[in-house]
């Protein structure tokens, strides 16, 4: 809330937009009021549009957080699985770790 000083030497009290518009109508002419609330409303628009697209951008970012963070959550489920085959196998099967590595890569790659 703000009080505003007029030329005529009033001091009119302006809380929000429809404040300005009335003291405009008022204190100078209706057209001037109308003109005013037209640049007011295109001006409220542009910044209810600019936070649906801050919110869509945001919303966008953390799905894009959680896709990643389910990619690396397999990955590390299937190096754990060969770090695990390894320490464990007294034969060392190359086929099944190249099969498990062609996995990492085919999952890493439908991330990306």
């Known amino acids: ?3 505003i000083a007029l030329n005529s030497g009033k001091t ?3 809380g929000s937009n429809r404040d300005i518009i009335e003291a405009v109508e008022t204190h100078c002419s ?3 009021a109308g003109l005013i609330s037209s ?3 295109d001006v409220d628009a542009e910044k209810l549009y600019a936070q649906e697209r801050a919110q869509t951008d945001a919303d966008s970012y953390l799905s894009d957080l959680e896709s990643k963070e389910c990619c690396l959550r397999d990955v590390l489920e ?3 699985g060969l770090t ?3 320490e ?3 034969r060392i ?3 099944m770790i190249y099969q498990k590595l062609n996995e990492i890569v085919s999952i890493i790659g439908n991330e990306l």
Request: proline share 0%; glycine share 0%; charged share 40%.
């Open 88 to 90: 464990e196998a007294k």
């Open 12 to 14: 009119v009290l302006i």
């Open 93 to 95: 099967n190359k086929d």
């Open 1 to 3: 809330m703000e009080n």
């Open 30 to 32: 209706y057209e001037l």
């Open 78 to 80: 299937i190096a754990e």
């Open 39 to 41: 640049k007011l409303v």
């Open 84 to 86: 695990d085959y390894i």
